[in-house]
């Protein structure tokens, strides 16, 4: 266990689709449309590697392509045309992230995995590339750092760094590259304080 990668999604989303649970008439599926990933070292100054980005052709359950609700290009700065131009199937993008990892655990703030591999390969029609064993909630890291249960749960992860009050390049929230790379800055600071331990990522 050499490496730790941290991952984030961003799902097709409309406005206050979330407190409809996604159910809305017009509601999209919640189906990803871009994954971002970083690879930390987990010897020496806990450095950060490698990252990975990759936007992905979010298709519905009859295999046509949606089109990004203008919320959505809102809230991420993903916009279709960046989607129609570089965007890969999520069979090649999942595959993508499998290799980058290269058989290390996948952590990201609460379960994202499901989004990824459940509910978008599940709508997509293919089978999960990387096993659900090999992911994991990097809340439970912060929770055996002693950051307060409470303050957890109200946290998103583009703020993270912002809540350990660390200095770090600019980061835009909604991108799942930058909230991934938020959330390494803050494990990188308490491996390095010996509030987490290598152990921990096991």
Known sequence: MKTAIVFDCEFLVTENAHRRFWCGPHDPDPVIAQIGAVKISLSD??????TFKAYVNPIDRFGNRYKLDPFFTKLTGIEQQTIDNVGVSLQNANEQLR??????????????ELNMMAISCYIAGI??????????????LLLAAGMPYEDIKRTPSNALADYFELEHPPLKGHDALDDALSITYVIQHLLRNKLLSRADFA
């Open 127 to 140: 089978e999960p590339s990387i096993p659900a064993h090999q992911f994991d909630n990097a809340c439970k």
């Open 45 to 50: 100054n806990f450095d950060c590697i490698d």
């Open 99 to 112: 290799e980058f990892a290269e058989g290390a655990k996948l952590w990201s703030w609460g379960k994202d």
